[in-house]
């Protein structure tokens, strides 16, 4: 999924992956929007995040 960052954060959004490019130190997220997958889940351990690109 491409898309842009922003200088803010989602606001409610914790993420904690720091190798991700829109991972800020705040442990926050600072992509547009997000897409969580999986449609079908049952738990945390059957979604993730769509939008992870990792830092460069």
Known sequence: ?????TSRH???VKCVV???RYHVNT?????KEIEVQSPNARSSKDTD????SPRT
């Open 1 to 5: 999924m491409n898309v842009d960052g």
């Open 18 to 20: 720091n190798t991700c």
């Open 49 to 52: 995040c769509r939008t992870f």
């Open 27 to 31: 442990n926050h997220c600072s992509a």
């Open 10 to 12: 989602l606001a409610g």
